[in-house]
């Protein structure tokens, strides 16, 4: 079965210092991988997603992640938090045919002065 | 843009009464929908698929009965919540596969006293 794992509850980051949200997954083909961001009491909004090829992916708000298939990790970065980076992130995967997402279990960043 | 509004965004209902949440597909055609239930401070559980056309199909330990789901046109899904119970305070999110991702309604937070 299909499953997500977000080992960080909470992270908190100093604005303008760098991010690292670490996401590993289990699936058994080919995964479908998303970063999701979301503020509290709204929906979701994509950052960014990996079908295939390069396995560097760029996303919106100078988000990155990088597939690395032999860790199973969808890990996200940014270089420089910025204030309004402060919400809950979740990793997701899917697969072909665009069935059903496994969410993780989220990670909130707190950006601090 | 192609997008999915969710209304109403906000519900307010008494034990034992039922509330419907609407999902419309504006732009695009939505033969998919998934239902998701997001409790505070924790991640997306998939209730249900619904297709449009046939009877959806519900995750384990999601009771069809309670949760009605319809998804008559290729354009709106609908989840009723039945008998309400305080238990069903949560936050209800719908999401259709579109391109190559998926796009995902604003939410609706339903609070049963």
Redesign the interface.
Known sequence: AQSVTQPDIHITVSEGASLELRCNYSYGATPYL?W?VQSP????Q?LL?Y?SGDTLVQGIKGFEAEFKRSQSSFNLRKPSVHWSDAAEY?CAV?GTG?Q???????TRLLVSP | GAVVSQHPSRVICKSGTSVKIECRSLDFQATTMFWYRQFPKQSLMLMATSNEGSKATYEQGVEKDKFLINHASLTLSTLTVTSAHPEDSSFYICSAPLGEGYTFGSGTRLTVV
Do not use: A, D
Not at chain 1, 41 to 44: A, F, I, N
Not at chain 1, 100 to 106: A, N, R, S
């Open positions: 998303f999701y009491g709204q929906g979701l994509l997603k079908f979740f899917g665009f059903k997402l496994v969410f993780g279990t989220g």
